[in-house]
T-cell receptor, first 114, second 115 residues
Framework: AQTVTQSQPEMSVQEAETVTLSCTYD???????LFWYKQPPSRQMILVIR??????QNATENRFSVNFQKAAKSFSLKISDSQLGDAAMYFC???????????FGAGTRLTVKP | DTGVSQNPRHKITKRGQNVTFRCDPI?????LYWYRQTLGQGPEFLTY????????KSRLLSDRFSAERPKGSFSTLEIQRTEQGDSAMYLC?????????????FGPGTRLTVL
């Protein structure tokens, strides 16, 4: 079974600083996708960034980047120059390439302090 | 706004009653997903449709749950004989089948409270 673990229930960061959210996953598959989703309070979940397992290069989307360590099954999210609007629940998710069953971690609540 | 919509946004019901939720996906999306999210947890996959065909179901989807997508557009999720453990946020998402990683767009969810 594939499981996703987010070991940090809560994190906080000062505005304009950098924060890293951790995620580990367990799988025996070699071909899969990893995602970070953001869920602001009372708002819809949106995709922040994704990574294909076959790609060695870490994905980057503006201020968001990942550190994908396939052998260690680790997929952390780095948010640079944190903004107040980054405050949200962040979920790490895993999906096998040939499945539509996406597995989510329990989430990390990020607080951004002005 | 052409995003995923869900109705109702909130539903309070008594134990033993039946409830039905509706999801309207983004119009050109042919894949539709249902998830359940309990407090303090991430979403859990329930089921997925491609067009009108229900192609994948989680073991979480007990026989009290049924989902339909009769014309390949909107979908309904029905829970029969609700139990207090069914209290959760029910999320719908949609995607295009021809995108490689199947980016899912989520709706705002329906929050169910079973008294």
């Amino acid at each position: 079974a594939q499981t996703v673990t987010q070991s940090q229930p809560e994190m906080s960061v000062q505005e304009a600083e950098t924060v890293t959210l951790s995620c580990t996953y367990d799988t025996s598959e070699s071909d899969y996708y990893l995602f970070w989703y953001k869920q602001p309070p009372s708002r819809q979940m949106i995709l922040v960034i994704r990574q294909e397992a076959y790609k060695q290069q870490n994905a980057t989307e503006n201020r968001f980047s990942v550190n994908f360590q396939k052998a260690a099954k680790s997929f952390s999210l780095k948010i640079s120059d944190s903004q107040l609007g980054d405050a949200a629940m962040y979920f790490c998710a895993y999906r096998r390439t040939r499945s539509n069953d996406m597995r989510f971690g329990a989430g990390t609540r990020l607080t951004v302090k002005p | 706004d052409t995003g995923v919509s869900q109705n109702p946004r909130h539903k309070i019901t008594k134990r033993g009653q039946n409830v039905t939720f509706r999801c309207d996906p983004i119009s050109e999306h042919n894949r539709l997903y249902w998830y359940r999210q309990t407090l303090g947890q991430g979403p859990e996959f329930l089921t997925y449709f491609q067009n009108e065909a229900q192609l994948e179901k989680s073991r979480l989807l007990s026989d009290r749950f049924s989902a339909e997508r009769p014309k390949g557009s909107f979908s309904t999720l029905e829970i029969q004989r609700t139990e207090q453990g069914d209290s959760a946020m029910y999320l719908c998402a949609s995607s295009l089948a021809d995108t490689k990683y199947l980016k899912q767009f989520f709706g705002p969810g329906t929050r169910l409270t079973v008294l």
